[in-house]
T-cell receptor
């Protein structure tokens, strides 16, 4: 059971917007930055969003992140077939004194 | 260009020890926190351990505390994970990751390709 809770799957048609939610608590998301990672099949994770909503250089602006209270979300707009991947949220947890991941959400493009 | 190259993965028996290494290049290694994360077959990601830059402060996940030790040699630009008392549930691909920036205490701004550790009798 992951400390951060994500839905196991999400899907959308090409061009649509998919939003993935990540639920935590005051000891993690509520007081610390949230990062989002994309993991394509059989590859290493890649940083997609950091500090709730910042995009590293090279990440398309179709990907956006936000945070409200003890939850965070990742939105993928203009969904494309290459967006099929697993997406993970992560944050530092003050109670565990270390970083924690969500369980991951598999995004399928219909 | 940031490069992280893990090595040391192997097939070992339960109870054995193993040391993973991560050779870093393309950035000032000592200025960044570094991490190990792992992914069991068909499962999600789990952060294993984090080590700060020059100060060396470490954090270990409860699942490995007392068995695994993260360390670094800034003179060799290398990160290590010493694993002892290995269990079947430690079977996973282990990734080396670099913090997002010098102010981050953890991160995953860049990742290595990973190395497979299999624990089985």
């Amino acid at each position: 059971q992951s400390v951060l809770t994500q839905p196991p799957s999400a899907s959308g048609a090409p061009g649509q917007t998919v939003t993935i939610y990540c639920s935590g608590s005051s000891s993690n998301i509520g007081g610390n930055y949230v990062n989002w990672y994309q993991q394509l099949p059989e590859t290493a994770p890649k940083l997609l969003i950091f500090n709730h909503s910042q995009r590293p250089s090279g990440v398309p602006d179709r990907f956006s992140g936000s945070k409200s209270g003890t939850s965070a979300s990742l939105a993928i707009s203009g969904l494309q077939s290459e967006d099929e991947a697993d997406y993970y949220c992560a944050a530092w947890d003050d109670s565990l004194n270390g970083p924690v991941f969500g369980g991951g959400t598999k995004v399928t493009v219909l | 260009e940031v490069q992280l190259l893990e090595s040391g993965g192997d097939l070992v028996q339960p109870g054995w020890s193993l040391r993973l290494s991560c050779a870093a290049s393309g950035f000032t290694f000592g200025n960044y926190a570094m991490s190990w994360a792992r992914q069991a077959p068909g499962k999600g990601l789990e952060w294993v351990a984090v080590i700060r830059g020059s100060a060396g402060t470490t954090y270990h996940a409860n699942s490995v505390k007392g068995r695994f030790t993260i360390s670094r040699d800034n003179s060799k630009n290398t990160l290590y994970l010493q694993m002892t008392g290995l269990r079947a549930e430690d079977t996973a691909v282990y990734y080396c990751a670099k913090a997002i920036n010098t102010a981050s205490r953890w991160g995953g701004g860049s990742w290595g390709r990973g190395v497979l550790v299999t624990v089985s009798s």
